[in-house]
């Protein structure tokens, strides 16, 4: 079970079942989905089923000043069986469309990143944008991530695949 965690802004705190009607404010946009790897949910019922069998390990971004549920992402070991992401740490992030611009993002995965670094012991860190959300690379460079190269994604029902642009890095200690 992933802790709670406390930022300036911010409350990450694992996702529940009852969240099921918040989560669909973002995973049923499809200006929020549209780079995502899952396809754009139809219901809170669908985003509930999920919640039930697939969201361990995932945190929700909780705006401190009114509660609202905002956002949600994770960080983990690559489960790539590439040798290039080998002891990597992954994360992804998305965020309800009128959350964006405003720092969450940046802020959220800072947490999450420096949560890894301490508690895991994690010092190697990767993530992927599509390139044509350059808004997310942005967010990675602010994390202290440089670009590495190119790559590809696909959903997970195999619709749409996406060329990416990858960041890495290796921290001794955290820049922030």
């Not at 079970?1 to 989560?23: G, H």
């Not at 790539?80 to 969450?104: I, L, M, Q, V």
């Not at 959300?133 to 990675?140: D, F, T």
């Amino acid at each position: 079970m992933i802790p709670t965690i406390e930022t300036e802004r911010l409350i990450l705190r694992p996702l529940t079942v009852d969240d099921a009607e918040a989560v669909f404010q973002w995973t049923g946009d499809e200006r929020v989905t549209k780079y995502m790897n899952y396809s754009t949910y139809s219901s809170a019922e669908q985003v509930r089923e999920w919640l039930e069998n697939g969201s361990s390990g995932i945190w929700g971004f909780v705006r401190k000043s009114d509660g609202l549920l905002m956002g949600s992402g994770d960080i983990h070991l690559s489960k790539s069986p590439d040798e290039a992401t080998d002891g990597f740490w992954e994360f992804g992030y998305c965020f309800r469309f009128d959350c964006w611009n405003k720092g969450y993002c940046t802020e959220a995965t800072k947490a999450m990143i420096k949560y890894a670094f301490e508690s895991c012991g994690a010092r190697k860190f990767m993530a992927q944008h599509a390139v044509g959300n350059p808004a997310s690379g942005r967010v990675m460079e602010k994390c202290g991530l440089t670009f590495s190269g190119y790559g590809s994604y696909q959903k997970i029902d195999g619709s749409c695949e996406f060329k990416s642009k990858v960041y890495r890095a290796v921290f001794e200690k955290l820049p922030y």
